[in-house]
């Protein structure tokens, strides 16, 4: 609204002049000599601030003289929505921290007007359930922009990967009451089962005339950081350049050559030889 300190009639020599806006229709109060008032819209373009001011000469009384400048009048327009950045901790539960709970962190951020502090309290989660089904973390606390979560997941969790995303995004705000469109998925593994490794001859039957003796290890899923060191061999040595990883990672051969012509030979693998992808 702009008020003239006399009439200046129903329209106006300049328009008001602004940054960061679009004009709208400009409406004198009355439509006749006596009108002191106009009122117009603008439209914000960007998140920012907007100044509006009536330029000198913009309207002249009865006796031609124009007027002076006015005042600038400014706000801030926050047209972006909060956004949330979700992670979790740790991004594996293996059997070393499957007794601790999951926590999960959103943190919001705004460029515009700043959160509106009480609406994170509200904020919610929700996890996906391999296989079905979902779970509701409890809220840990809110610390600033970021609301952290805890989820206990028992003695046998479900194995898989959990899928965590914002139960209800529109309850975050901003001091403008943009709405957060929610935060990015994020996931975390659940494996708590120690791979298995199942050791086999190749030799057809026991016992045998064969040397060297061809070995096969596999285990019950893929796993890293196996070699010879892991093996545990009596009555005989791994053959020198024999020990080879299947490309599927669970698979190993290698053969091993007796100690004596009459030997009882076994093959083991030691506890801890291997970790699958969990860290198990």
Known sequence: ???????????????PVMSNATLGTITPAVSNSTNTTFTFTVTPINTGTVSVQMPAGAATDAAGNPSTASNTVSFTSD?????????TSPATVNIANSGSPVTFSVTYSDIGSGLNPATLSTS????????GG???????GVNGNTVTYSLGLGATPA????????????????????LVAGAPLANFL??????????????GSAPTNSSPLAVTVAFSEAVSQFGP??????????TPGTFTANPDGKTFTFTVTPTTPEASVSVGVAAGAALDIAGN
């Open 124 to 131: 919610g989660t929700k996890v996906m359930v391999p296989g």
């Open 229 to 238: 060191s892991g093996l545990s061999i009596t009555g005989a040595t791994l």
């Open 79 to 87: 047209l972006v929505a909060p956004i949330g950045l979700l992670s």
């Open 159 to 178: 194995q898989g990967t959990y899928s965590v995303s914002l139960a209800n995004p529109g309850s975050v705000a901003d001091n403008a009451g943009n």
């Open 190 to 203: 659940v494996d708590t089962v120690a791979p298995v490794a199942s050791v086999s001859f190749d030799t």
């Open 1 to 15: 609204t702009v008020v003239f300190s006399q009439a200046v009639g129903a329209s106006l020599a300049l328009p």
């Open 134 to 140: 979902t779970l509701t973390p409890t809220i840990g």
